[in-house]
């Protein structure tokens, strides 16, 4: 059973930066992939920035420019760089693991929120 760690947001001014962090634990955490997901008050999870099979990164329209994912393998760690950050950014941000024939995982969430 895969699980997930994240950790990393916090309070922001616009123009501000911030890294997250997720990191993947349990014996096949490294077969999957893994991307950024974020949940505003009122609105539904959607996709930030994630993984693409076989290779390549894929990004929602809105962050392209501004946000940056990276994998660390040897620690299994999805990193998202934040950069000039600005308040339709403030949400809960989620990790999620993926793996074909497996279960979804998800992580418990980081708020962001930017504020002046």
């Given at each position: 059973q895969v699980q997930l760690a994240e950790s990393g947001g916090g309070l922001v001014q616009p123009g501000g930066s911030l890294r997250l962090y997720c990191t993947a634990s349990g014996s096949s955490a490294s077969s999957g992939t893994m991307g950024w997901y974020r949940q505003a008050p009122g609105k539904q999870r959607e996709l930030v920035?994630?993984?693409?099979?076989?290779?390549?990164?894929?990004?929602?329209?809105?962050?392209k420019g501004r946000f940056t994912i990276s994998r660390d393998n040897a620690k299994n760690t999805l990193t998202l760089q934040l950069n000039n950050?600005?308040?339709?950014?403030?949400?809960?941000?989620y990790c999620r693991w993926t793996?074909?024939?497996s279960p979804t995982v998800?992580?418990?969430g980081t708020q962001v929120t930017v504020f002046s």
């Open positions: 920035a994630q993984e693409i099979s076989g290779g390549g990164t894929n990004y929602a329209d809105s962050v950050l600005k308040f339709d950014d403030t949400a809960v941000y793996r074909w024939g998800w992580g418990q």
